[in-house]
């Protein structure tokens, strides 16, 4: 990846903390803290339930009490809140059903509002700077006195890269009460464990559990009870593959992550190339298990003699790096287009090849855009409460994005004028029209009773550098006219 050295696209997906998925960053990092506050975690067979009164800034001590709480119908309390400008009003309290959502209970316990999520906190990926972000918005709006009177508590749950325990994940968490999924960030989890939670059934009651935030996976997008807040992943995968025409790279090679929603992501990268007439297959289209590949040598040794004269790798930045050691020892200097690059606790083992790489991210990119006011607010409140997660660079566009969905939980809760119910808060964030994120995506704008796809653009970037502060932001937001099938 670099400019002077033949400009390298790399769109990296991760989804993850966060991994894999092309054009974002990734939340996996090896080394992170785990301190926090209003916070319970999952563990073992047990659900935690939410510490004892509001944590002070600072505090990175989490207590909790020993019994998971349970949905009380009709809890009391304030019941007022104000909206603001970007809203289109709130939700009265003569509310109208909403399909396959629980329309009566009262999600507050011990007069806090409980949500969940569910974190690849341990095994390949390391999402806790997602949970922490999450965790640093709630005790923001906890000091300042919370939502219409209420506390903001989450419930987290290690999904531990493992499919089988996502779903446990999920079960607990029902069974815990939460109100909602807020900032999920769960590689191995989000694509089976959306369906799951989205509709009612006999064998699951308890679900219809609205979702907020999350990597962008598909089964976010089919779902009206899903409100994401970046682009699709596979639209992602899609502009990766055509940018890398656009700046004229050839014979293209494709590696990616073997995860549940990389058939998305990959298929978008194959149709932005196609638009070039390019069409990798075989050595030129990979797929790595992200928790298996500690040798990319094997995947570049076939590159050294089929042609290949750029790479497009949707992959974790940590992924990434091993990647760039492989080609740096055969010396294999091409082109190499990746998102979601821009971590510093993985940027520091990109070698010389990193300088000229070029990136996309569906949110704002924070290196040059320290001014901005919402992106000081997320990067001094992060710090703020969790200062290791910040100086060990592990925040990325994950987090930002888990922040952003945070924000807009918030401000749909807010909008609820009666009881706090699931129904309630899903149409209160249907509602939301125009949503001002300060600058960190275009304003996001929900449906009532659609499919949410409140963001379609990216903005292009590249490395000037080869360190960690060398981002340029080089285009303003480009809609991606793509739809992931």
């Known amino acids: 990846m670099d400019n002077n050295l033949r400009e390298r696209l790399v769109i990296v997906l991760t989804t993850a903390s966060v991994l894999a998925t092309v054009g974002l960053g990734s939340a996996a990092a090896y080394a992170l803290t785990h301190g926090g506050t209003s916070t319970v975690a999952l563990q073992g067979n047990q659900a935690l339930a939410a510490a004892a009164g509001t944590p002070a800034p600072g505090d990175q001590g989490a207590a909790a009490a020993t019994s998971a709480p349970s949905a009380a119908a009709g809890t009391s309390g304030p019941q007022g809140g104000s ?38 906190e341990s095994g390949p990926l390391d999402a806790t700077v997602e949970r922490d972000t999450v965790r640093a918005y709630f005790n923001k709006v906890n000091a300042a006195g919370g939502v219409n009177g209420y506390q903001l508590q989450l419930i987290d749950c290690d999904s531990n890269f493992n499919p089988s325990q ?16 807020v900032g999920w960030t769960s590689v191995s989890g989000e694509q089976t464990e959306a ?49 890398s025409c656009q700046v004229g790279n050839q014979h293209t090679a494709v590696v990616y992550l073997n995860a549940a929603f990389a058939a998305s992501v990959n298929g978008g990268i194959l149709k932005g190339l196609a638009t070039c007439g390019q069409h990798p297959t075989g050595n030129d289209d990979v797929s790595e298990d992200l928790s298996n590949t500690q ?22 930045p940590f992924s990434i790096a091993r990647l760039y050691q492989a080609m740096e020892t055969d010396q294999f200097h091409v082109p190499l287009a990746a998102g979601g690059l821009d971590k510093t606790t993985a940027e520091g083992a990109y070698g010389s090849y990193f300088q000229g790489a070029q990136s996309l991210t569906a949110v704002l990119e ?7 006011p919402a992106i000081a607010d ?22 930002e994005e888990q922040w952003i969905a945070a924000h807009v939980f918030v401000q749909a809760l807010r909008n609820i004028h009666g009881p706090i119910t699931r129904a309630a808060l899903v149409q209160a964030a249907q509602n939301l ?15 009532h009773g659609g499919i949410n796809d409140p963001n379609r653009w990216v903005e292009w970037m590249h490395n000037a550098t080869g360190k960690a502060d060398g981002w340029v932001t080089d285009s303003d937001w480009v809609e991606i006219p793509y739809n992931p099938s």
């Open 83 to 120: 909206t603001t400008t970007t809203t289109t009003g709130g939700t009265g309290g003569n509310q109208r059903p909403v399909a396959g959502v629980n329309n009566s209970n009262n999600f507050i316990h011990g007069g806090k509002i409980t949500v969940g999520g569910i974190f690849d």
């Open 166 to 181: 996502a779903h446990t994940c999920a079960q607990r968490l029902l069974a815990a009460g939460v109100m909602a999924i």
């Open 195 to 243: 369906p799951y939670l989205d509709t009612q059934t006999q064998s699951c009651s308890q679900c219809g559990v609205p979702i907020f935030g999350g990597l962008g996976v598909d089964a976010e997008f089919q779902s009206p009870l899903s409100f994401p807040v970046a682009d699709a992943l596979g639209r992602q995968g899609y502009a990766g593959g055509w940018h």
């Open 295 to 316: 040798d990319y040598g094997p995947v570049v040794a076939p590159w050294l003699t089929d042609g290949t004269k750029s790479v497009l790798a949707a992959l974790d």
């Open 366 to 372: 924070p290196v040059g855009h320290e001014s901005n």
């Open 378 to 399: 997320y990067l001094n409140t992060v710090t703020q409460y969790y200062p290791d997660q910040v100086h060990k660079g592990n925040l990325d566009v994950y987090t």
């Open 433 to 447: 029209t125009n949503f001002d994120t300060g600058g960190l995506t275009k304003p996001l704008t929900y449906g």
